[in-house]
């Protein structure tokens, strides 16, 4: 009977660790994959998708720059001296907000579109895909803004901007095409893929992101036009990176999972929409 009951036990004892087992297997197949770790092309920035071989090359895929006399010219200098009148305006604040790529900050400027936190913590996917990718579309401007060395507008019009911390380096870098706006909209771009639903909202933010930077006063209007259209292009390349798809769908589960969670951005929205809101006066 001792060695009957000793037998059951085990055999309970058993059941007990083979239920452990599959309730952690199974809650390891719930648990979100890890980021895989990134090599750094300097402290605490990430390297990019592609290499430099593989990017658009701005010289190759943009006009010349506006030439003295041109129509193209006079819009630039029309937008601009509009959109001067923004300044001190919630609109201005919000084109500084915009010009801030570092992270954590930088992501949380999609947030409101895509309606749903960018951070490491909640989607951490979607944060080192946004990091990554903002160094492959701003890399690819650089052989056109190296070759131009376009003049920026505060240079020209004597103007201040809305970042006056980071004129004197701005002096020394190629207006034309900008950065910014080629980062801004490879972001709208690839987020509107991972949040379909999204598209609209999406894409104007990315539009505003690339615009912030007229009302600035650190680009001209053609600047961010061309920018916008090496994003695009940036992104285009990007689908042909495996790596890059991956992470992709890392990114669309990811989201889907934060939306089941009911997390909402922790940035002001109603703020942003009104800034949004406020646009240059007509030329007269």
């Known amino acids: 009977m001792m060695s009957l009951g000793c037998g059951a036990a ?32 300097s402290p605490g920035i990430p390297a990019g998708y592609l290499s430099t071989q593989a990017l658009p090359n701005s010289l190759v895929l943009i006009p010349t720059s506006p030439a003295s006399g041109s129509t193209a010219l006079a819009l630039d200098e029309e937008v601009s001296r509009t959109s001067l009148a923004l300044r001190g305006t919630p609109r201005w604040n919000l084109a500084a907000e915009d ?13 409101c579109s895509l309606n749903a936190p960018i951070t490491e913590q909640d989607t951490p996917h979607l944060h080192t895909l946004m990091r990554r990718t903002l160094v492959d579309a701003g890399s690819s401007t650089n052989l056109a803004k190296k070759h131009y060395m376009r003049a920026r507008p505060f240079v020209v019009n004597q103007e201040p901007t809305c970042t006056p911390l980071e004129e004197n ?104 929409a009104e800034a949004l809101d406020q646009q240059p006066p007509p030329a007269p």
């Open 10 to 41: 085990r055999s309970r004892v058993l059941l007990v660790l083979a239920f452990a087992v599959a309730i952690s297997g199974c809650a390891s197949l719930e648990k979100p994959s890890e980021v895989p770790a990134v090599p750094e092309i």
């Open 99 to 111: 010009a801030n790529l570092r992270f954590p900050r930088a992501a949380n400027a999609f947030s």
């Open 169 to 272: 380096s701005l002096r020394k870098n190629g207006s034309y095409p900008s950065g910014h706006a080629a980062i801004g909209w490879a972001w709208a771009l690839i987020l509107s893929e991972i949040a379909p639903e999204q598209t609209d909202p999406i894409l104007a933010r990315g539009r505003a992101f690339g615009q912030s930077r007229v009302i600035c006063n650190v680009h001209w209007q053609s600047d961010v036009i061309e920018g916008r259209f090496i994003g695009a292009a940036t992104v285009a390349v990007l689908h042909a990176d495996a790596v890059f798809r991956a992470d992709l769908e890392s990114a669309k589960a990811e989201l889907a999972t934060a939306r089941g969670k009911g997390l909402k951005p922790t940035r002001d929205c109603k703020a942003e």
